[in-house]
C-alpha cells in the first residue's frame, strides 16, 4: 500500500463530504498511522515530483516561517515601524513617516519591484507582466505595455534593477516602498537630491538590515512569543512521528542560539512552571545548527568553521568536523556537550558537509528539507545538493478553500471563454466569405446582417468574461488576485514552486496527517491538446 496502511492516495485530487456536506468544503483522506479520518484540503500535501518518503533517512527544518508562523498583522507590522525609525531617526528621511500606517493585507508574495521606475509588478511563469501599479496607483493597459511589453528585447527582472518579493519577510518593506513612491510624487523637493525611487529602495532594505542587526525585532518577539508566533500543537507529534519511524530530524535555522531557544521553547510547550527556558525540546531533533548563515550553507564548498554552542551558556567551541577540540587550560571540561545530559548537539554556522557527517547521509537524494523561502532554503538545496524539498506556502490554506468556493465561477468562465472563441472563430469566417468567396448581393447583405449580430455578441460576451474575471480576481485578493495565478496562466512564483518543490503545503505540521512511509505522486500531467479533450465540451454557438 505504499505506506499509507490501506487509506487512500494523495495524488492532487479531493475525496468528498457526503449528502450536504459535500458543497461545503473538499477533504482528502488522512493516512498517518491509527487514523482513518477525512481532512480538509487546505492540509493537503501536494505532490510536483514523487517522493516515496521510505527512501528518507533524514527530515530537517528551517525555524522562522516555517516551524514558526508569524502573524503577519503583528509581526510584520512591528518590522514595518522599525523600518520606519531607521529611516527617519537613522537615515534622515522626514518626519511624515513617523504617522504612516500599515496594511499588512496589501502585499502578497510572488511580486517584483522595479526599483529604477517605482513600480510593482505581478507576472505570469513565462515572464509577461499582467498587473503593474505605481506605488499604489494601477498603471493603464496602454502604459503597461508600453513600459514591459517588448517581446524582442525581454527582460531577466533580476537584480540589480528589481527586487523579488519572494518570502513573507518581505512585505513590509514592499508596503512602505509603494509608499514612499506616492510620497515623493506627491512630495517633489522633500527628498535630498539625487535620491530616487532606486535609492529609497536601497534605504529601506538598510533600515530593514538594521532593524535585524540591532536585534530590534526579535527582542520584541522574544519577549511576548504568543503575541508573534502561531501556536501550533501539531508540531511536537509530527516531530515524534518521524523520529519513531525512524527518521533522523534537524534543525538549520539562521537564527542564533538565543532566539531559536526561545521560540522553540513556544513551539513545543517545553517552558519551565516559571515561564523560564529549557532544553527539552532538543528530545526532538539529532542535530541543531543556528546561525546557519543560509543560502551559502550549501554550498559544497564552503568551508565555514563550525562551532559547537554550549545551551546553558551561549558559548561557542571550536570542532573538528562535529567534535569538541579540546582546549588550553581556559574551558572547563564539563562545559563540552554531554550526550546524556543534552537530547542533541547544537552547532553553529558550518556548512551541509558537517551536516552530512554528523548525521552519516551517505546520499543527498536521502535527505528532505522544509521551508519557506523559495531561493534561500529550496532552490539551493534541491539545484546544488540533490535534497528533496517541501516549501510551506501558509496562504496557501485560504487560496485552497477560496478556490472550492469559486469552482462554479471558474466553469463560468471557461464556458465564456469557449464561447469568445466560437463567436470570433465565425467572425473570421463570415469576413473570409465577404471579401474573397464574392457572394451575390442578396448572400452579401445576409452575411453582413450576420456579421454585425456575431460582433454584438461577441462584445456582450467579452464585457460579460470580463467582468466575471475582475470578480473571481478581486475574490482572491483585490490588487493582485490569485497567488498562483495571473489570469490563465500560472504565475512566476507558481513556476517557482512547481521547478524547486518535490512537495508543496501550508504548514510543517501537515506531515503528521500523512503516514511517515507514505509515497507521495503527482497528478498527472497534460499538454494543451490532451487537456482540451478531456476537460472541455466544445460550447454550441
Not at 518521524?242 to 526561545?262: C, K, M, P, Q
Not at 512547481?498 to 506531515?511: P, W
Request: aromatic share 10%; hydrophobic share 35%.
Amino acid at each position: 500500500m505504499d505506506g499509507n496502511h490501506g487509506i487512500g492516495v494523495n495524488d492532487g485530487r479531493s475525496a468528498e463530504l457526503p449528502d450536504s456536506e459535500s458543497r461545503k468544503q473538499p477533504c482528502v483522506w488522512s493516512s498517518s498511522p491509527g487514523h482513518g479520518c477525512k481532512t480538509d484540503i487546505g492540509k493537503q500535501i501536494f505532490c510536483n515530483r514523487s517522493l516515496n518518503m521510505k527512501n528518507i533517512v533524514a527530515v530537517g527544518f528551517d525555524m522562522d516561517y516555517t516551524l514558526a508562523q508569524y502573524m503577519s498583522e503583528t509581526f510584520e507590522t512591528l518590522a514595518y515601524q522599525g523600518t520606519i525609525k531607521k529611516l527617519v531617526y537613522d537615515l534622515g528621511y522626514p518626519r511624515e513617516l513617523l504617522n504612516w500606517t500599515f496594511d499588512w493585507n496589501y502585499m502578497v508574495r510572488g511580486l517584483v519591484l522595479d526599483k529604477k521606475r517605482g513600480n510593482i509588478l505581478k507576472m505570469d511563469r513565462h515572464k509577461y507582466v499582467k498587473v503593474a501599479y505605481h506605488g499604489f496607483n494601477e498603471l493603464s493597459k496602454e502604459v503597461k505595455v508600453g513600459t514591459y511589453g517588448n517581446t524582442l528585447v525581454r527582460d531577466s527582472f533580476d537584480e540589480p534593477d528589481y527586487a523579488l518579493i519572494d518570502t513573507l519577510f518581505s512585505l513590509a518593506e514592499a508596503y512602505l516602498f509603494a509608499q514612499l513612491v506616492d510620497f515623493t510624487d506627491g512630495n517633489p523637493g522633500k527628498f535630498q537630491e539625487g535620491v530616487d525611487y532606486a535609492r529609497m529602495y536601497k534605504d529601506v532594505r538598510a533600515a530593514v538590515d538594521l532593524c535585524h542587526r540591532d536585534g530590534t525585532l526579535k527582542q520584541m518577539v522574544a519577549k511576548d512569543p504568543k503575541r508573534y508566533i502561531n501556536e501550533d500543537t501539531a508540531i511536537v507529534p509530527m516531530l515524534e512521528m518521524l523520529r519513531e519511524s525512524g527518521r533522523a530530524t534537524f534543525l538549520v535555522t539562521n537564527s542564533l542560539w538565543d532566539y531559536t531557544n526561545i521560540v522553540m521553547n513556544f513551539l513545543c510547550r517545553s517552558n519551565m512552571a516559571d515561564g523560564s527556558n529549557n532544553f527539552d525540546w532538543l528530545q526532538y531533533f539529532d542535530v541543531v545548527i543556528t546561525g546557519s548563515a543560509k543560502p551559502g550553507f550549501f554550498l559544497e564548498e564552503n568551508r565555514a568553521n563550525l562551532f559547537q554552542v554550549v545551551p546553558e551558556t551561549g558559548m561557542l567551541l571550536n570542532t573538528d568536523n562535529g567534535s569538541p577540540v579540546p582546549q588550553v587550560g581556559t574551558i572547563p571540561a564539563r562545559l563540552f556537550m554531554d550526550d546524556e545530559k543534552h537530547a542533541c548537539p547544537v552547532f553553529q554556522g558550518g556548512s551541509v558537509g558537517h551536516l552530512h557527517k554528523l548525521l552519516s547521509i551517505e546520499s543527498s537524494s536521502q535527505v528532505l528539507y522544509v521551508g519557506d523561502h523559495i531561493y534561500g532554503d529550496i532552490l539551493r538545496s534541491k539545484k546544488v545538493l540533490g535534497w528533496r524539498t517541501m516549501l510551506v506556502i501558509p496562504e496557501l490554506e485560504k487560496e485552497v478553500k477560496l478556490l472550492w468556493e469559486s469552482r462554479d465561477a471558474r466553469k463560468e468562465l471557461q464556458i465564456l471563454r469557449s464561447e469568445r472563441d466560437c463567436i470570433e472563430d465565425e467572425i473570421h469566417h463570415l469576413r473570409w466569405s465577404l471579401k474573397f468567396k464574392n457572394p451575390d448581393p442578396d448572400a452579401k447583405q445576409n452575411l453582413s446582417s450576420e456579421l454585425d449580430k456575431l460582433e454584438l455578441e461577441r462584445e456582450r460576451v467579452r464585457l460579460s468574461h470580463q467582468e466575471a474575471q475582475r470578480k473571481l480576481h478581486q475574490r482572491f485578493h483585490e490588487p493582485w488576485g490569485q497567488l498562483m495565478k495571473t489570469g490563465y496562466q500560472n504565475s512566476r512564483f507558481a513556476h517557482q514552486v512547481e521547478r524547486f518543490a518535490c512537495l508543496y503545503t501550508s504548514k510543517v505540521s501537515n506531515l503528521a496527517l500523512f503516514s511517515p512511509n507514505k509515497y507521495y505522486r503527482p497528478s498527472e500531467d497534460f499538454m494543451q491538446h490532451e487537456f482540451g479533450i478531456l476537460a472541455y465540451e466544445p460550447a454550441e454557438v
